[in-house]
Each structure stands twice: as structure tokens, then as C-alpha cells.
């Protein structure tokens, strides 16, 4: 989880924390995603779910 806070943090250019969810509600979450990318990792834990949207310039 360290290893995409950081990635997500450079991307964004200041810290943006993650949250976590219990492990069935992010089951439902995944029925419901407009897509899903499988990779090759084989540590444990390496889910995450990413909401895809528009924040506008002046927010914070």
C-alpha cells in the first residue's frame, strides 16, 4: 500500500490519503467498476479500487 501512496502522491503533487474499506463492500464495489486490470502480483492485499472523476481547479 506504501508503494501506491507514493505513486499517487507524485502524481498528484501533495498528499492524498487513501481510506479502507471492509473487505466484502469492496467486493461489491469491484461487481460494480467500469473496469478491472489484473496484474501479475502475488502479495497479498494488493487491491485497490480508484474513482475515476473530475476535480475542479479551485478545490482543494
Known amino acids: 500500500q ?5 505513486e499517487i502522491d507524485k502524481a498528484e503533487g501533495k498528499a492524498w490519503p487513501m481510506i479502507s474499506i471492509e473487505r466484502y463492500a469492496f467486493y461489491e464495489r469491484a ?5 478491472v486490470i489484473q496484474t501479475g502480483e502475488r502479495r497479498f492485499y494488493g487491491c ?10 479551485d478545490a482543494e
Open 2 to 6: 506504501k508503494e501506491v501512496q507514493k
Open 31 to 35: 461487481k460494480k467498476a467500469y473496469c
Open 48 to 57: 485497490f479500487a480508484f474513482r475515476k472523476g473530475v476535480i475542479p481547479p
